[in-house]
């Protein structure tokens, strides 16, 4: 004979945790259920019993306040990021200094720098155009740690990026870290699920990566 009066009510399930569970991470309605199981199995004469619901209460209350600030937190971020994003559109059609090795030429005219984090005596900064042809290069020697602000002048280049590389060397032929700084002209914002971003006309740049605005 079939008995059809068992079965499974995955509404009711219990999830199990393992002893090293962090009861930290328990939102608010699971502890509730937590603690409203607790309460129903408690001997209310002992007075160990009631003083654990006590506790439990206040842990209770202590976890609402912290969500709601955690809420609050959340909601703030959110301001802050529309406000970050608002702003960012002054940035278009400005030229901007930025970290990164795609410097903007026009005119035939175009800058960038570069900072030695060390003295080097042999430094190379070579230009090349959007299909990876060399279109300038420069040695410079004996210079020390600092930044250098390094020109381009050169009518024959047409209008756009140029990819930027510099190689430094010490007096023992050990490579010298270099950072390379470059300039863009900006001509839109993009905001993304890890920030904003400053967009030009063959790449994106991070917002915190701008040092500054014109020059």
Known sequence: MAVDGI????????????????????TKE???????????WQDPLQAESI??????????????????FEDSVDRLKNSLKSLELFYSTSF???RVLYSGDETYVEGGKGELRFKLKEPAS??????????????????????????????????????????VSVTAK?????????DVESYALINGIRKEKDGIYLTTSVNKIPLENVIGIGG
């Open 92 to 94: 278009i059609g400005k």
């Open 51 to 68: 003083s654990d619901f006590v506790n439990n209460s206040v842990k209770l209350r202590e976890m609402e306040v912290l969500n709601s």
């Open 122 to 163: 042999y430094v190379e900064v070579v230009v090349k155009n959007s299909k990876g042809d060399v279109v300038e290069r420069k040695e410079f020697t004996d210079l020390s740690s600092g930044t250098y602000p390094v020109e381009i002048d050169n009518p024959s280049l047409p209008d756009g990026y140029y990819t």
């Open 30 to 40: 699971q502890f509730l259920k937590v603690l409203l199981a607790t309460i129903e």
């Open 170 to 178: 010490n007096g023992e032929g050990r490579s010298v870290d270099v």
């Open 7 to 26: 079965f499974l009510n995955n509404e009711s399930r219990f999830r199990v945790v393992g002893p090293n569970y962090d009861n930290s991470k328990m």
